[in-house]
């Protein structure tokens, strides 16, 4: 799960104090192979817990009184993962922190582990899924979600055989539930706009009501799943599904024109306002929302402006607020001919260069990668030496991001880069902000210090 894109930021140092009741002692502790960071922070939603660092054996320990019991999430940069701590656990995890074993390698052991390991074990198996239900998509709905319905039951199998030989809280058991239907009815959300897709019909493909008969068992509501990526991914769909048909079948829509984008989002921010209720869920999706449609808008003019005051009467979260505001200036300095951020960027002699010295006469192609995502890396390879060999008079330059600089350099030595053109940004969220690095495939397009596109794609802006 390593995150380059726009992610939930990090809130102050928070403590929790509930006075007297039963013995509230939780111990959480472990061990990381390989660590790529020197501490983990353990966080409740989007707020930091307390964080641990990592002694000379690599291991780390969080002893926890007074803790809310419930679904927490440990980060240990760049990577995150969620944990389910209740009063009187004992756990222990080890975990290899290399990117392509963070999750595969993460076992816990210890009072509490069972449910820990079972959530880890449903995380794996929708991953590993993935290929699976895509090739679904293309199966007529009932076809499709017999399918969905059958992964979905054999999980629930593997859950009800631990309930049956564990003595699993209720909570325990609602979560793991969770994990698995929300998991599923995601890709019963996006089958509509995947099966148009897929087969290439071109009107959406009718669902009768049993379709969507699950949707009765969804809860708007649930505000301690909030920041559970199964959860808040399926409500981000749904909601998209939801004002999408609403907007086709009601509001006159075909597809989401630039024309009809302001439309289309302010009637999510809608739906989203009348059917949750609850205040971290509600902040998180009209926030959600406000990036989607300035990232994909990414221009400064009276729609946008017009969005961000409906947004900014909505979401009470001040910090969202802000964010989204900075988000729009950034959007607002990077329009064509407007002058490149003053950024600085580090070459392989670890010297500071101007982002305005990189640039030259030439059109110049900014691309980001990472050290943590080799698939990413070895295909934005491949991508721009493609679009040298179609764009001989265009310079490419690499920025690393996120890759400690011994070795981003033994990865530039090692591919046998152009160390001319390869540079390392060192404050990743400076340079995440200034170029708005929403995408990996992004890619900022400049030619003497101007912007020319700051919001071009390596695979189809050429
Ligand atoms: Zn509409």
Redesign the pocket.
């Known amino acids: 799960m390593a995150r380059l894109l726009l992610v939930f930021p990090i809130l102050l140092l928070f403590a929790c104090h509930n006075s007297g009741e039963k013995p509230t002692l939780v111990y959480f502790a472990g061990e990381i192979v390989n660590p790529t960071s020197s501490h983990v922070v353990l966080y409740k939603n989007d707020v930091v817990v307390d964080s641990a660092i990592l002694d000379d054996k690599n291991r780390f320990a969080f002893n926890l009184n007074e803790v809310k019991e419930g679904l927490y999430h440990f980060d240990h940069s760049p990577q995150y993962q969620y944990v389910y701590l209740e009063h009187g656990d004992s756990l222990i995890i080890r975990l290899n922190a290399s990117p392509e074993y963070f999750d595969e390698s993460l076992v816990f052991s210890g009072n509490g582990s069972d449910i820990n390991n079972f959530m880890i074990e449903m995380f794996l198996a929708f991953e590993d899924e993935e290929p699976l239900v895509y090739s679904y998509y293309k199966l007529h709905p009932e076809e499709f979600s017999k399918k969905i319905d059958s992964l979905r039951q054999m999980k629930l199998d593997v859950l009800n055989d631990l309930v049956a030989s564990n003595e699993l809280s209720e909570g325990a058991i609602k979560t793991a539930k969770a994990a698995i239907d929300y998991n599923t009815y995601l890709d019963k959300e996006v089958y509509p706009f995947y099966h148009k897709k897929k087969t290439g019909e071109e009107v959406f493909h009718e669902l009768d009501k049993e379709f969507y008969a699950y949707r009765k068992n969804i809860d708007h509501n649930n505000g301690e799943l909030a920041f559970f990526r199964p959860y808040y991914d399926f409500m981000k769909n749904h909601f998209g599904n939801l004002?999408y048909m609403?907007?086709y079948e009601?509001?006159g829509?075909e597809s989401i024109t630039a024309k009809e984008r302001l439309?289309?989002n302010k009637?999510k921010l809608g739906l989203v306002d009348s059917l949750v209720k609850v205040e971290d869920l509600r902040n998180v999706l009209f926030r959600n929302i406000a990036m989607d449609y300035l990232l994909k808008e990414h221009m400064a003019n009276e729609d946008c402006d017009k969005f961000i005051s409906k947004f900014a009467q909505l979401s009470n979260n001040e910090r969202h607020i802000n964010e989204i505001n900075d988000l729009y200036r950034g959007i607002q300095n990077l329009q064509p001919e407007s002058t490149l951020p003053n950024l600085e960027f580090l070459n392989t002699q670890g010297e500071k260069v101007a982002v305005h010295d990189i640039v030259g006469k030439k059109q110049t192609v900014f691309y980001f990668w990472s050290g943590d995502q080799r698939g990413h890396f070895k295909n934005v390879g491949k991508q721009i030496q493609k679009l040298k060999k179609s764009h001989p008079t265009h310079k490419f330059v690499g920025i690393n991001l996120h890759t400690p600089h011994a070795k981003w350099v033994q990865m530039v030595r090692e591919h046998r880069m152009d160390t001319l053109n390869q540079f390392r940004g060192e404050d990743f969220e400076e340079v995440q902000r200034a170029f708005i690095i929403s995408s990996l495939n992004k890619c900022v397009i400049a030619k003497d210090t101007l912007v020319v596109d700051a919001f071009a794609n390596l695979y189809t802006s050429f």
């Open positions: 004002a609403e907007c009601n509001c829509m439309h289309y009637h």
